[in-house]
């Protein structure tokens, strides 16, 4: 149980753990706002593997699903289709085994396979205090 404090009257408890998140919207403008990158974002629509190998998250049997159900989504290449990846992350390094964070990340899969993990693509999303 956190300790009570006062504040102008009002007895509460003290929020140790904050969740940080980051607004999707202008990350997304950042990225889009070049000319170029804008038009690689549409790379997905016009290079469709013929061989049936699986390159990327595109050549999946679940991206496939995806685009066969929602097609008004798929018509408009220029619709962003966005994976999450998480990670657990210890800012202390082994200074403090208890203390962890956990990195929410997500990936814009319209871009070239080799940009998708590129720092500058990576779109920070939450960042989750955990013990």
């Known amino acids: 149980m956190q300790p ?11 929020s140790r753990k904050v969740l940080q998140y ?20 549409t790379w997905h629509k016009n290079n469709v593997p013929a061989n049936g190998l699986v390159r990327s998250v595109i050549d999946s049997i679940t991206y496939k699903h995806i685009s066969e159900k929602w097609l008004e989504f798929v018509n408009n290449s ?21 203390h962890s964070t956990w990195l929410v990340v997500l990936l814009n ?4 396979l080799w940009l998708v993990t590129k720092c500058y693509f990576l779109m920070l999303a939450l960042i989750i205090p955990s013990k």
Not at 26 to 36: A, E, F, I, T, W
Not at 78 to 98: C, M, T
Not at 109 to 112: D, K, P, R, S, T
């Open 4 to 14: 009570l404090k006062v504040y102008g009257g009002f007895l509460g408890v003290v």
């Open 78 to 98: 220029h619709n962003i289709r966005l994976g999450l990846a998480l990670d657990k992350v210890n800012p202390f390094g082994s200074l403090s085994s208890i």
């Open 109 to 112: 899969y319209n871009l070239f």
């Open 22 to 41: 980051f607004l999707l919207i202008p990350q997304l403008v950042k990225m889009y706002r070049c000319k170029s990158l804008a038009k690689l974002c």
